[in-house]
């Protein structure tokens, strides 16, 4: 009786967990209309648009790349700017490495799912097979329906025309915003975020595009490394 209600409970919690992976999908994979969208209104054709989303994989650093170039900066600039944004996603495969106890091919095939979703599910499992299911279920949904309303969002940009008439190149700086507002979660962000706010504002006029922005990133990394106050 008891190897019965044991197994029912881990069934519930592995149907709960997929549910909640697939839920997450769905929430974060319609947004990549938005990215489909200011992809093409930057300058990129729809497979480039289509390329950046299933290669990279990483929303903040895609839409940094793009920001760039809708401001007419640089392909470099862009993407040292997505790089340093994400780094972050190394932290998380680096947390994940004890939890999902992958080797060889699957640890390498598993590195394209890394994001902030899959990592988040999988570190609040404790069980190794759990925090699996949680990871590749929920960086798997985000995956497909990501890339699936990034080529409708390209779709769509390319049969409005010009981006301009409508006002989507103004989308690309929105889109980022709405993507990095709900992270300034304490005052620590919010110092980092206005420090690299104006250090962009102060370089607009004196440098090239995408050199602002590139340094404000960099804001994020010196903060860092800088040494964490304790109190006694």
């Given amino acids: 009786m008891g190897d019965t209600r044991e197994h029912d409970d881990t069934t519930a919690e592995r149907r709960a967990l997929v549910r909640q992976g697939l839920a997450i999908g769905?929430?974060?994979g319609l947004y990549g209309t938005s990215f489909g969208a200011v992809g093409?209104?930057?300058?990129?054709?729809?497979l480039?648009?289509?390329a950046l989303s299933s290669l990279v994989f990483t929303g903040a650093s895609q839409f940094a790349f793009v920001g760039v170039l809708a401001a007419g900066g640089s392909p470099w600039s862009g993407a040292a700017t997505g790089l340093m944004l994400g780094a972050r996603n190394t932290l998380y495969g680096l947390g994940l490495v004890d939890r999902l106890r992958w080797r060889g091919l699957r640890r390498a095939g598993g590195a394209q799912l890394v994001i902030d979703e899959s990592s988040a599910v999988a570190t609040t499992q404790d069980d190794p097979a759990?925090?699996?299911?949680?990871?590749l279920v929920t960086g798997g949904a985000v995956f497909v329906l990501w890339?699936?309303?990034t080529f409708v969002g390209a779709l769509a940009g390319t049969a409005l025309g010009d981006p301009r008439t409508y006002g989507l190149d103004a989308a690309v700086a929105a889109a980022f915003l709405a993507l990095l507002w709900p992270r300034l979660a304490d005052g620590s962000a919010v110092a980092v975020?206005?420090?690299?706010?104006?250090l962009a504002l102060a370089l607009v006029p004196l440098t090239p595009a995408g050199v602002p922005v590139l340094a404000a990133?960099?804001?994020a990394v010196v903060a860092a490394l800088l040494p964490?106050?304790?109190?006694?």
């Fill in 147 to 149: 890339n699936l309303m």
């Fill in 40 to 46: 093409v209104a930057s300058g990129l054709t729809v």
């Fill in 26 to 28: 769905v929430a974060t």
């Fill in 228 to 232: 964490t106050r304790t109190t006694a």
């Fill in 130 to 135: 759990l925090a699996r299911l949680g990871f």
């Fill in 48 to 50: 480039q648009t289509c």
């Fill in 217 to 219: 990133a960099s804001v």
């Fill in 193 to 198: 975020a206005v420090a690299a706010a104006l």
